[in-house]
């Protein structure tokens, strides 16, 4: 892929989603229903997956605005600070009285699996008055991004003010709702992982002959692209005009899965908003998405364009590994 020089004008992403506090445990082993595990090490990180989306675009090399809402709390004051020393404008992020900061808790375990349990608190109260009172937002996007850890009122909202505004708009169904609202198929690009596409269509992609059955159900859903996201097989692009991709793995050695698949979401939406076809776009996030999972935490694992060209460069075609 061609890879942009500091003369080129940054594509303009905006993500409409959560903004969290992660309070993160490594350990050996998962707990069991009753037992307790001592853990290894614990840190406090921000994160949300509309927060580490954004976070991450603006590594790759986008310019990030933010919808969204924290609570008038230390971890919200944090979590603000975090994004405005990446650079993501913050303008749209509002503060509230009225609940906490949401939070996250992360275990992880030594093969860098995670499990995880989120209490939204402002997530929570973010309205359709906070995406219609910013257009301005949507009108100067080029990409529009939005994930489920806000109110469906509010997603709807979303979509529709990106479809008013004749946008891209990039869905990350997760958490994937048992069955999910079919005017929320109605997107350019859905980007669920394996387990989420099984909560939505009931199959689970484990081999290729599952996952391209898996990608069609979503694209006769009413999706225009969909863009599976398979961990350590790599991804798939399917497209409603026929266009079908397999993308290979990268090598690398996993340590923290947490905020892979946020980085993955957020480096195809750079990637498109940057006139990449889609199936270059999900190269760069696959590779976005596996050196993620390097490092300890979400946005604070999140890759600098520099990095994924040197790992792309590295490992032209993904030979092997996971994300």
């Known amino acids: 892929m061609e890879w942009p020089n500091a003369m080129d004008p940054k594509p303009n992403i905006l993500v409409v989603g959560s903004l969290n506090m992660d309070l993160v445990v490594r350990a050996a082993a998962m707990p069991k229903p009753g037992q307790t595990v001592l853990g290894e090490r614990f840190v406090t990180a921000p994160g949300g997956k509309g927060a580490n989306q954004a976070v991450a675009a603006a590594r790759l090399g986008g310019h990030c605005a933010m919808i969204g809402r924290v609570g008038d709390d230390a971890f919200g004051l944090q979590l603000l600070d975090a994004l405005g020393e990446e650079g993501v404008e913050c303008t749209g992020v509002a503060a509230t009285r009225e609940a906490a900061t949401g939070v996250a808790l992360i275990l992880v375990d030594r093969c860098g699996e995670n499990s995880i349990v989120v209490a939204p608190g402002a997530n929570a109260l973010l ?32 979509t529709t003010a990106a479809r008013r505004h004749t946008r891209t708009l990039v869905l990350d169904p997760a958490p994937a709702p048992a069955a999910m609202p079919a005017e929320l198929f109605q997107v350019d690009v859905l980007t669920p992982n394996a387990r989420e596409a099984e909560s939505i269509t009931g199959q689970l992609a484990i081999e290729e002959r599952v996952d391209k059955n898996v990608a069609l159900d979503l694209i006769a859903r009413g999706a225009q692209a969909a863009v599976l996201k398979l961990g350590p097989r790599g991804s798939l692009v399917v497209t409603a005009d026929g266009q ?26 750079v990637g498109v908003a940057r006139g990449s076809p889609l199936p270059e776009a999900a190269l760069f996030a696959t590779a976005a998405g596996a050196l993620t999972c390097t490092r300890l935490g979400a946005q604070t694992a999140m890759p600098t364009v520099d990095e994924v060209r040197i790992l792309m460069e590295d490992q ?8």
């Open 127 to 158: 309205t359709p008055d906070d995406i219609y009172s910013r257009c301005d937002l949507f009108d100067r996007a080029q990409v529009v991004v939005i994930q489920l850890e806000i109110p469906l009122p509010t997603v709807r909202a979303a």
């Open 244 to 269: 079908f991709a397999r993308i290979p793995p990268y090598n690398v050695a996993v340590v923290d899965t947490t905020g892979a698949g946020d980085a993955f979401t957020a480096a195809l939406a």
């Open 316 to 323: 032209p075609r993904g030979k092997g590994g996971g994300q």
